[in-house]
């Protein structure tokens, strides 16, 4: 009877994530992970073949986990302006409650190697962008959005805005203010109206 693995992928990748939240993508070694994990280096080349994969999977892993949040509360209220003071809110309210992966995302994909990715890597974070782009057109469409003004406005309202709400205190390592996300409630309601 075979042994069960002493070190699983999620702690591999919660690694990564602490390594990329405090040095960036290039803090993400495999031998850095291994060390952060207590593993042998064997043990993560185990999970991953290397070094991109690795990235691709801590990238794709902390994106889809925020997409999911994300369009469940773009796509679970009926009220469109509900829906989306609700959705600027989920964006800051996530980053508070998860700030190394919102640090992570900070960078972009690009950052994590995604010109090499696998077409299976570069399929996932595709698809998660296209659900989470329709659910948006949807959204605007719903706000009464008429043309490609009105569309800018609704994402910079759901998207800009509340990045730029948490960049600050992400990229300086200072927590996020109490009122955080009443204000970037507030704001995206007044560029909506």
Do not use: I
Request: charged fraction near 25%.
């Amino acid at each position: 009877m075979a042994r069960p693995p002493r070190f699983d992928t999620d702690q591999f990748l919660d690694a990564a994530v602490r390594l990329a939240a405090e040095g960036g993508p290039s803090a993400v070694t495999m031998s850095a992970v291994a060390q952060a994990v207590g593993a042998p280096s064997g043990s993560v080349y185990h999970r991953f073949a290397g070094r991109t994969a690795l990235l691709a999977e801590v990238w794709l892993r902390t994106v889809e986990r925020f997409q999911a949040g994300y369009l469940a509360v773009l796509t679970g209220e009926p009220d469109a302006h509900r829906a989306a003071r609700a959705a600027s809110r989920h964006v800051v309210a996530w980053c508070r409650e998860n700030p190394d992966e919102a640090a992570l995302l900070l960078y972009g994909a690009a950052d994590f190697g995604r010109a090499d990715w696998t077409k299976e890597h570069a399929e996932r974070a595709d698809s998660g962008n296209r659900r989470v782009f329709a659910a948006l057109g949807r959204l605007a469409e719903a706000l009464g959005a008429r043309d490609e003004q009105d569309r800018d406005r609704v994402a910079l309202a759901l998207v800009d805005l509340p990045l730029t709400v948490v960049r600050r205190h992400l990229r300086s390592g200072t927590p996020l203010p109490p009122h955080a996300e009443d204000l970037t409630e507030q704001c995206t309601a007044a560029l909506l109206t």
